[in-house]
């Protein structure tokens, strides 16, 4: 019988997980996200609030 799987599954010595390898063809490299830098500054528009300085500091006490 021919494994005809594009993938194989790689046991990782100490851990509990394996892994599978990258299929044929495909870039393994993660997907990087955009950084804060290219994010967008948020619409003035946006109505600011007397108390909205403070709620952005609070905690919720189960932090």
Do not use: F, I, W
């Amino acid at each position: 019988m021919t494994d005809d799987r594009p993938q194989h599954v790689v046991r990782v010595p100490g851990s509990r997980r394996a892994r599978l390898t990258p299929v044929p063809g495909t870039d393994p490299s993660p997907e990087t996200g955009t950084s804060d830098e290219e994010r967008p500054p948020p619409p003035a528009s946006a109505g600011k609030g007397p108390n909205d300085q403070q709620l952005l500091r609070d905690v919720p006490p189960h932090y």
